[in-house]
């Protein structure tokens, strides 16, 4: 990972269609149980090798609700697993995909410091001056 979906989300499905690795449920197959769209940071590339953006917060009409998460690598192994904003899924033979078994890639353009809640992938656009 990551990005991120906060409750800011109204399920309109726009970034689950525009998801190149199918790593976005919708508000019914959301494992946490909250009522919004579901980001599975076990599969989320962040659209590394795709194309140059999250296509999920490109798309997404309520600009602000998709945020930059850590990335899913060992480093972050407790904030993954240990965190009720999760829930990693298993393998066919049930192992939980946790960062230490699978890191993803992740934008090396985007550190650390420009990662966590609130931190916008897609930001408001500056107000436009009057022309005139
Ligand atoms: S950043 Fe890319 S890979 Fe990750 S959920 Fe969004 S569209 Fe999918
Ligand atoms: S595009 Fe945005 S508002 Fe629509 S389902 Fe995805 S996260 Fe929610």
């Not at 090798?49 to 990335?71: E, F, H, N, R, V």
């Not at 992938?121 to 009057?130: F, I, L, R």
């Amino acid at each position: 990972m990551s990005v991120i979906i906060d409750d800011t989300c109204i399920t309109c499905d726009a970034c689950l269609q525009n998801c190149p690795v199918n790593a976005i449920v919708d508000d019914s197959h959301n494992p946490t149980g909250e009522s919004r769209y579901y980001v599975q940071p076990e599969k989320c590339v962040e659209c590394v090798g795709i194309y140059d953006d999250p296509q999920c917060a490109a798309i997404c009409p309520s600009i602000g609700c998709i945020s930059w998460d850590l990335t899913y690598t060992k480093d972050n192994e407790a904030h993954f697993m240990e965190n009720d904003l999760y829930a990693i899924s298993k393998t066919a033979n049930g192992k939980v995909k946790s960062p230490s078994l699978r890191e993803k890639k992740y934008r090396n353009d985007i550190p650390n410091e420009m990662r966590g809640v609130g931190k916008e992938v897609q930001e408001e656009p500056e107000e436009m001056n009057e022309a005139g």
